[in-house]
């Protein structure tokens, strides 16, 4: 197979495939969010006010609870201990903005139980981002030195691993998240019975983002191993 750098061969459909599937997740959580942004809760609760009871009956009250610009931008912040809500959350009385926000609070109490995925995920950030600032470049350089440059290829092609590897890790983290938000609401009374499920629609459109994600990378790692595989047999 001839190797063209990174475009223009034909493993490039499972570039095209991943984008395909992360851009229907994208539009099908936007489109979940907006349907039940629009469905204020009856208990007339803000988002953050969810936060706050949440993280207060947490025996949470150490984490900070700031705004942060943009859309679904929310976060927990762990080295900080600080929770951002996005400007469409905050102050929103929605079923769709209580969802996320006690979504990212179940961050928060994965970190107070040292939650063992969250852990590994939060160890594996620095050399994810070594591996996908590394991975190109030595792969790059593994092909210009042509047969000598088989160990370099092998290595820049476990490198760009590490951002499935990663995503794989998520996965958990975030399921984790959104089951104990759940739960949080309904036991706390924070949503109504009717309300309990539209806000699992919305925590569970989110997840489909994360596998998107994942697929995606498993596609671009596939690509990669085809072509230098391909090359190797030339």
Do not use: W
């Not at 679904?72 to 079923?95: F, G, M, P």
């Amino acid at each position: 197979m001839p190797f063209f750098p990174f475009y223009l061969d034909p493993t490039f459909i499972l570039i095209i495939i991943g984008m395909i599937i992360s851009g229907l997740a994208s539009m099908y959580v936007q489109s979940t969010y907006r349907k039940y942004g629009e469905v204020n809760s009856k208990n007339g609760y803000t988002a953050s006010d969810v936060c706050r009871k949440i993280l207060d009956a947490a025996h949470l009250e150490n984490v900070r609870l700031e705004g942060i610009r943009g859309n679904l931008t929310d976060h927990y912040n762990a080295q900080e201990n600080v929770l951002r809500l996005s400007d469409t959350t905050r102050n929103s009385k929605s079923v769709a903005a209580i969802g996320v926000a006690a979504h990212e609070a179940g961050h928060a109490l994965q970190d107070r139980d040292n939650y063992g995925p969250l852990r590994i995920r939060s160890a594996l950030v620095p050399v994810t981002n070594f591996g996908q600032t590394a991975a190109f470049p030595i792969l790059f350089l593994g092909f210009i030195l042509g047969e000598g440059g088989t160990m370099l290829i092998n290595i820049g092609i476990l490198l760009f691993s590490l951002t499935l590897l990663f995503q794989l890790v998520t996965l958990p983290v975030e399921f984790n998240a959104s089951n104990r938000a759940i739960q949080i609401l309904e036991t706390q009374g924070l949503l109504s019975r009717e309300e309990i499920p539209q806000a699992r629609k919305v925590l569970n459109a989110a997840a489909l983002t994360y596998i998107a994600a994942a697929i995606a990378s498993f596609l671009s790692l596939l690509r990669l191993i085809l072509i230098f595989s391909g090359r190797s047999r030339d």
